[in-house]
């Protein structure tokens, strides 16, 4: 059975920085793109970021510049740094593969607030 567990959020002023991991288990996520999705109260779920199987990575254009996705394949883990955060970074982030699987972990919540 394929797990995913999210990690690393937390409430953060606007211009501070977070990051992210996700633990994958029940495959060997390196085989598959990865990417991290968020879901803002109200909103649907998008994808934010992306990185392939030939650990090639592609953005939103909402955090382009400002988000690092990347992965440790030894440890089947994978991490988005998120630098100069602003509110509408607020949400519930999760990582899946792309396109996704139907498991979904629960989630990690970010709040960006003054």
């Known amino acids: 059975q394929v797990q995913f567990v999210e990690s690393g959020g937390g409430l953060v002023q606007p211009g501070g920085s977070l990051r992210l991991s996700c633990t994958v288990s029940?495959?060997?996520?390196?085989?598959?793109?990865m990417g991290w999705y968020r879901q803002a109260p109200g909103r649907q779920r998008v994808l934010v970021a992306t990185i392939t199987r030939e650990g090639l990575t592609t953005y939103g254009d909402s955090v382009k510049g400002r988000f690092t996705i990347s992965r440790d394949i030894a440890k089947n883990t994978m991490y988005l740094r998120m630098n100069t955060l602003k509110p509408e970074d607020t949400a519930v982030y999760y990582c899946n593969k792309v396109p996704p699987g139907v498991d979904w972990g629960q989630g990690t919540q970010v709040t960006v607030s003054s």
């Open positions: 029940g495959y060997i996520f390196s085989m598959y793109a």
